[in-house]
Each structure stands twice: as structure tokens, then as C-alpha cells.
């Protein structure tokens, strides 16, 4: 087992895998999404691959080296615990989870030049929280496929 998300995820030979793992991931949690907030992330999400084709690959790949880097620390803790699978521990820790996967999102938004991906984030994000904690268990089991 890696010792680090960094050599579980980032090393040269997997990382397109985990790319395409991550939006796979991305795609059916988006897809799981029902009723009214459901349909406007969607949308929003709909929109944002329209704006321009493959962003969510291209993101996933940008954001996966501060997405590793925010969640290092609960994966040490993890392995310190002793815990059977990331999968299961990780939804114990969703609040710290979420919030520093969504530091990361907040960051690169602010920071992004086109107004038009700005606009959909800000409508998308304040349901962010509970969407990145919904999907914190599919996460935890994509690490575990490259921690393992």
C-alpha cells in the first residue's frame, strides 16, 4: 500500500488513469443528482462542458496535485488509524474532507479569467459542500484502486 497520495496518485504512470477515473467519477455523481438542485447542477454542469469540451478532464488533471496535497493529511491520518478501506474512513472525516476539496475548487475559480465558468461555479457552489460529501465514499474507493 502507498504510503503517501502523492506516490499512490500522482506518479507519471498512473496519473492518467486517476484523470480519467476522476471523471468518470465526476460524471456519475453529477448523473446520481435528482430533484430541483439536481437538475441545476446539471445544467450548470451541462453548460460548463459546453463552454468548452473536455474541461472536467483537464480540470480533474489541474486540481489533482492541490486535491492530493489537501487531502494528505486525513489519508496519514488514515493510515496511522489502522482503518480497513479510505472508502469508509474518509465519510467519517467529510466536514474536513469537503472543506479542503473545496478550498482547492474555490481557489481556482477565483482566480480564473473566464467570467462565464465563474458564473456557473457561484451558482453551483452553495450546494458544494453536500455534493463533495455525497461523493466522499466513490472518492475514498478510487484512492483505495491506486493506495492499494
Do not use: W
Not at 41 to 48: F, Q, S
Not at 75 to 92: I, N, Q
Amino acid at each position: 500500500m502507498a504510503d503517501t497520495l502523492k506516490e499512490a496518485l500522482l506518479d507519471s504512470n498512473r496519473r492518467p488513469a486517476v484523470v480519467t477515473d476522476l471523471q468518470t467519477l465526476i460524471d456519475e455523481e453529477v448523473a446520481a443528482k435528482g430533484g430541483v438542485s439536481g437538475a441545476v447542477i446539471k445544467t450548470g454542469y451541462a453548460a460548463v462542458k459546453k463552454i468548452k469540451p473536455g474541461i472536467i478532464g483537464s480540470a480533474a488533471d489541474s486540481l489533482l496535485d492541490d486535491f492530493v496535497l489537501a487531502l494528505e493529511p486525513i489519508f496519514a491520518e488514515y493510515k496511522r488509524s489502522g482503518a480497513g478501506s479510505f472508502a469508509a474512513y474518509l465519510p467519517t472525516r467529510a466536514d474536513e474532507a469537503s472543506n479542503a476539496l473545496l478550498s482547492v475548487t474555490d481557489a481556482r475559480a477565483e482566480r480564473s479569467s473566464r467570467d462565464s465558468i465563474k458564473k456557473v461555479y457561484g451558482k453551483l457552489r452553495p450546494k458544494g459542500k453536500e455534493n463533495v460529501e455525497e461523493a466522499l465514499p466513490r472518492l475514498g474507493q478510487l484512492i483505495d484502486k491506486y493506495a492499494s
